[in-house]
């Protein structure tokens, strides 16, 4: 019971006269003592019991504080500064960098270019997973095979996959275009270097490298959809694209929720492909906002406004994490 | 409720967690060779190496830390003169840490400001003017007055370029940029003289037209040339960061003015250039199509497809390992792209500095080394690398490296040093950014692109 439930007026002490009054408000007063201490102690014994539990997590909760929790707001508290490595006493700018920022139209090339590249390589992922996931969900034989071939870029490191992707694009040089010229006869593309391709040419090479995780996450997705389901829909004369529709595609959503939220987080943050295979260019029409936000911090020593940078993309990202979250979970069938 | 506002802070944590700190962003690996700080990743380069390679000398608690970034080739005749100090001083106690460009200009600083800095570190005399605004370095002039080897040793442009407020911040250990490798086989089968070569822009398009030639024998100013199926190029597109401020300054335009207040990336002179590169790639097809990032010839060049590739002094490592090109190959000055035949050419410095916070014992063992490679610099030009005293440059076995004394002459008669200024490489991106745009496609509008980039350039040199 609560301290202001006992404060309650006592509808049966009413009726008494003062001394019986007296006495029972005094009783009512005593009781939610007893209760507070009651509580105190139960809650000490409970506390007691989980102990071990929070010892158990204290280690890894240190580390989070320290390497995690502790950087993210020294960042917030250095986006607020004309940040220099070297000095103690630092010059305060309040929101100039944030200002800075919005005014910046390089930022908003970069981020730009990074929603294109992350909306071009979720659907491309997606899409081609979802499709080689059905294709590959029922064992045949060298299925096993297709399922190792098609993870085996996922393994690569990133320095690896942009030495291949060079080879594969390269204009003089490249496999591609020595098939679409040499070939096919067609005029050659300069693939890495027009601003209109290079984005759709990393996404590409993006999904060639990323897209067997969400393959297997598929896989065991549609392994969770009950066989009696297809079985009733064909007895009901369901083709094979309408049972997609009508059964896959509803009952894969929670699995679909996942992919495109890690996938959305994962792509927000490329980095490493625009700088090993274009140095972000040409002009700025590969740089991303991550590749954008390291030139900052340790290109230019501008650490502030390199903050300020990470703050904005952190903020853009959990907008558009909830709005995914929100719009997905509506169509999820649990 | 509780849960939801639990839930989104738990969303909110995660998502900074992942964009602030970089969760899932691969670390960027530094790529070729012979690269400054600001360097754009290779194409066709060598492999990133992302391990740091240490070489330590000598045992005791306490050895003095040498960091660089010298870990292409060139690292490894590095590597050979650390371990001749080594030997003519037995007492010496050191290390030697290679670390890629990209790492190093992360751990330099932080080690800096930590309290940990290593004794002696090797990078760039474009950067210095940027890590001395940064606190990150010591003043050096006393180690030309306790050695007694002059500033006037060494290339006035370079010192200029290294000194800030009136001091001297390091010591060149050598001079390296841009030259022509001059491919005389390729010139010869075009039935051309190859120890004649055009003197001026005009002259190299007419020169150039003879030489290049695609896969049915056709020279671009005949009918019916495939442009698409190019077999031999006059000239190749090459690392801008070289390539772009040379030919500015031969054209008598540049990204700058003189004292660093102006950007004259859209001056008349500096468009002229621009649009010159681009006709040769667009207009005459006597030069592959633009290339984003570090293009490198390498490849087209050992298979006689490139009669002038305009490349680094550090090429002389390549030669070296393929002697069967060298032996077609004459090195040459930078040729002139200007209509007046003007010469200019673009070096850099690998150079020493003593960090921020480094203690006098530190201070005295890195001198000792300094001395020792600098004085020694006659094995370093086995790198391709022109030493930086002019001493060195002009004992017999130096001069015996063909490319390498001609390196030197061209740098000691016009060679110029980029940007001094604390915003360096922030000005940098800027204007290869511009460049990008420019050269793209062959409809990109060279004097809009380098308007933009103009303005770029001008609010770095603004902010306060």
């Given at each position: 019971?609560?301290?202001?439930?006992a404060?309650?007026?006592?509808?049966?002490?009413i009726?008494?006269?003062?001394?019986s009054?007296?006495?029972?408000?005094?009783?009512?007063?005593?009781?939610?003592?007893?209760?507070?201490?009651t509580?105190?102690?139960r809650?000490?014994?409970?506390?007691?019991?989980?102990?071990?539990?929070?010892?158990?997590?204290?280690?890894?909760?240190?580390?989070?504080?320290v390497?995690?929790?502790?950087?993210?707001?020294?960042?917030?508290?250095?986006?607020?500064?004309?940040?220099?490595?070297?000095?103690?006493?630092?010059?305060?700018?309040?929101?100039?960098?944030?200002?800075?920022?919005?005014?910046?139209?390089v930022?908003?090339?970069?981020?730009?270019?990074?929603?294109?590249?992350?909306?071009?390589?979720?659907?491309m992922?997606?899409?081609l997973?979802?499709?080689?996931?059905?294709?590959?969900k029922?064992?045949?034989?060298?299925?096993?095979?297709?399922?190792?071939?098609?993870?085996?870029?996922?393994?690569?490191?990133?320095?690896?996959?942009?030495?291949?992707?060079?080879?594969?694009?390269?204009?003089?040089?490249?496999?591609?275009?020595?098939?679409?010229v040499?070939?096919?006869?067609?005029?050659?593309?300069?693939?890495v270097?027009?601003?209109?391709?290079?984005?759709?040419?990393?996404?590409?090479?993006?999904?060639?490298w990323?897209?067997?995780?969400?393959?297997?996450?598929?896989?065991?997705g549609?392994?969770?959809?009950?066989?009696?389901?297809?079985?009733a829909?064909?007895?009901?004369?369901?083709?094979?694209?309408?049972?997609?529709r009508?059964i896959?595609?509803?009952?894969?959503?929670?699995?679909?929720?996942?992919?495109?939220?890690?996938?959305?987080?994962?792509?927000?943050q490329?980095?490493?492909?625009?700088?090993?295979?274009?140095?972000?260019?040409?002009?700025?029409?590969?740089?991303?906002v991550?590749?954008?936000?390291?030139?900052t911090?340790?290109?230019?020593?501008?650490?502030?406004y390199a903050?300020?940078?990470?703050?904005?993309?952190?903020?853009?990202?959990?907008?558009?994490t909830?709005?995914?979250?929100?719009?997905m979970?509506?169509?999820?069938?649990y | 409720?509780?849960r939801?506002?639990?839930?989104?802070?738990?969303?909110m944590?995660?998502?900074?967690?992942?964009?602030?700190?970089g969760?899932?962003?691969?670390?960027?690996?530094?790529?070729?060779?012979?690269?400054?700080?600001?360097e754009?990743?290779?194409?066709?380069?060598?492999?990133?190496?992302?391990?740091?390679?240490?070489?330590?000398?000598?045992?005791?608690?306490?050895?003095?830390?040498?960091?660089?970034?010298?870990?292409?080739?060139?690292?490894?005749?590095f590597?050979?003169?650390?371990?001749?100090?080594?030997?003519?001083?037995?007492?010496?106690?050191f290390?030697?840490?290679?670390?890629?460009?990209?790492?190093?200009f992360?751990?330099?600083?932080?080690?800096?400001?930590?309290?940990t800095p290593?004794?002696?570190?090797?990078?760039?005399?474009?950067?210095v003017?940027?890590m001395?605004?940064?606190?990150?370095?010591?003043?050096?002039?006393?180690?030309?007055?306790?050695?007694?080897i002059?500033?006037?040793?060494?290339?006035?442009?370079?010192?200029?370029?290294?000194?800030?407020?009136g001091?001297?911040?390091?010591?060149?250990f050598?001079?390296?940029?841009?030259?022509?490798?001059?491919?005389?086989?390729?010139?010869q089968?075009?039935?051309?003289?190859?120890?004649?070569?055009?003197?001026?822009?005009?002259?190299?398009?007419?020169?150039?037209?003879?030489?290049?030639?695609?896969?049915?024998?056709?020279?671009?100013?005949e009918?019916?040339?495939?442009?698409?199926?190019v077999a031999?190029w006059a000239?190749?597109?090459?690392?801008?960061?070289?390539?772009?401020?040379?030919v500015?300054?031969?054209?008598?335009?540049?990204?700058?003015?003189?004292d660093?207040?102006?950007?004259?990336?859209?001056?008349?002179?500096?468009?002229?250039?621009?649009?010159y590169?681009?006709?040769?790639?667009?207009?005459?097809?006597?030069?592959?199509p633009?290339q984003?990032?570090?293009?490198?010839?390498?490849?087209?060049?050992?298979?006689?497809?490139i009669?002038?590739?305009?490349e680094?002094?550090?090429?002389?490592?390549?030669m070296?390992?393929?002697?069967?090109?060298?032996?077609?190959t004459?090195?040459?000055?930078?040729?002139?792209?200007?209509p007046?035949?003007?010469?200019?050419?673009?070096?850099?410095?690998?150079?020493?500095?003593?960090?921020?916070?480094?203690d006098?014992?530190?201070?005295?063992?890195?001198?000792?080394?300094?001395?020792?490679?600098?004085?020694n610099?006659?094995?370093?030009a086995?790198?391709?690398?022109?030493?930086?005293?002019k001493?060195?440059?002009?004992?017999?076995e130096?001069?015996?490296?063909?490319?390498?004394?001609?390196?030197?002459?061209?740098?000691?008669?016009?060679?110029?040093?980029?940007t001094?200024?604390?915003?360096?490489?922030?000005?940098?991106?800027?204007?290869?950014?511009?460049?990008?745009?420019?050269?793209?496609?062959?409809?990109?509008d060279?004097?809009?692109?380098?308007?933009?980039?103009?303005?770029?350039?001008?609010?770095?040199?603004?902010?306060?």
């Open positions: 019971m609560g301290w202001g439930a404060r309650r007026p006592n509808p049966v002490a009726h008494l006269n003062l001394e009054f007296t006495m029972a408000t005094s009783t009512a007063a005593a009781a939610p003592q007893r209760t507070s201490a509580d105190k102690r809650r000490w014994k409970a506390l007691k019991n989980q102990l071990p539990n929070y010892l158990f997590i204290l280690p890894h909760f240190f580390l989070f504080a390497f995690l929790l502790y950087p993210i707001f020294r960042g917030l508290q250095i986006s607020l500064y004309d940040w220099k490595i070297m000095l103690t006493d630092q010059r305060w700018l309040g929101l100039a960098n944030y200002q800075a920022l919005m005014n910046d139209a930022f908003w090339q970069v981020l730009r270019n990074t929603f294109w590249f992350m909306i071009l390589t979720v659907i992922n997606v899409t997973a979802l499709i080689v996931a059905a294709g590959l029922h064992r045949f034989t060298g299925s096993d095979f297709f399922r190792v071939l098609f993870y085996a870029p996922g393994i690569l490191s990133v320095s690896v996959l942009g030495i291949i992707a060079i080879r594969v694009w390269e204009p003089q040089l490249g496999i591609i275009n020595y098939y679409f040499n070939v096919m006869g067609f005029p050659r593309v300069n693939w270097s027009d601003p209109t391709l290079i984005i759709p040419v990393l996404a590409i090479t993006t999904v060639w990323t897209f067997g995780f969400p393959m297997l996450v598929f896989i065991a549609l392994h969770s959809i009950p066989e009696q389901l297809y079985e829909a064909k007895i009901d004369g369901a083709g094979v694209l309408s049972a997609f009508h896959t595609i509803p009952l894969i959503m929670p699995t679909m929720l996942f992919v495109v939220v890690t996938q959305f987080i994962a792509h927000m490329v980095f490493a492909q625009p700088y090993i295979i274009t140095g972000g260019g040409p002009g700025n029409a590969s740089r991303s991550v590749q954008y936000l390291y030139e911090a340790w290109k230019y020593f501008r650490y502030g903050s300020a940078i990470s703050v904005v993309l952190a903020l853009i990202m959990i907008v558009v909830i709005v995914l979250f929100s719009l979970r509506r169509r999820a069938e | 409720m509780r939801l506002s639990l839930g989104l802070t738990l969303l944590v995660v998502a900074m967690l992942l964009s602030a700190c969760g899932a962003a691969p670390a960027a690996e530094a790529p070729a060779a012979e690269a400054p700080a600001a754009a990743p290779a194409a066709n380069a060598p492999t990133p190496e992302p391990t740091p390679v240490v070489n330590a000398f000598g045992q005791c608690d306490d050895p003095m830390r040498l960091w660089h970034g010298l870990t292409g080739s060139d690292g490894a005749v590597a050979e003169m650390l371990q001749q100090f080594a030997e003519a001083n037995p007492d010496a106690c290390e030697s840490q290679g670390i890629p460009w990209d790492l190093f992360q751990k330099y600083p932080t080690a800096v400001a930590a309290g290593p004794d002696l570190v090797i990078f760039h005399a474009a950067e003017q940027q001395a605004s940064e606190g990150l370095m010591q003043p050096m002039d006393d180690w030309y007055d306790t050695t007694g002059g500033k006037d040793q060494f290339n006035d442009v370079l010192i200029n370029a290294i000194s800030v407020e001091q001297t911040m390091a010591v060149p050598d001079n390296h940029g841009w030259m022509a490798w001059v491919n005389t086989k390729v010139i089968d075009a039935g051309l003289d190859p120890t004649t070569l055009p003197k001026d822009g005009t002259e190299f398009i007419a020169w150039a037209q003879q030489v290049t030639t695609d896969v049915n024998g056709k020279h671009p100013n009918e019916g040339f495939d442009k698409d199926n031999v000239t190749w597109w090459t690392w801008p960061r070289f390539t772009v401020p040379s500015l300054w031969q054209f008598g335009g540049g990204v700058v003015n003189e660093v207040t102006q950007a004259t990336l859209d001056s008349p002179e500096s468009i002229a250039a621009i649009q590169i681009k006709d040769l790639m667009c207009k005459y097809y006597v030069m592959n633009y984003t990032g570090t293009p490198y010839g390498g490849e087209p060049y050992q298979n006689n497809q009669a002038i590739w305009w680094g002094t550090w090429t002389g490592g390549y070296r390992d393929r002697p069967d090109v060298a032996a077609v004459e090195p040459m000055f930078l040729n002139s792209y200007a007046d035949g003007k010469q200019a050419v673009k070096f850099d410095s690998h150079i020493f500095s003593v960090p921020t916070g480094v006098e014992k530190g201070r005295q063992e890195a001198y000792a080394l300094i001395k020792y490679l600098v004085e610099g006659a094995y370093w086995n790198s391709g690398q022109v030493p930086a005293l001493s060195v440059q002009a004992l017999p130096v001069q015996a490296k063909k490319s390498v004394a001609v390196a030197a002459d061209q740098f000691n008669k016009f060679g110029r040093t980029d001094s200024s604390p915003r360096f490489i922030e000005i940098q991106t800027a204007w290869e950014t511009a460049i990008g745009n420019a050269l793209a496609t062959c409809d990109a060279v004097t809009k692109a380098l308007q933009d980039g103009n303005q770029a350039v001008q609010a770095i040199l603004d902010r306060p």
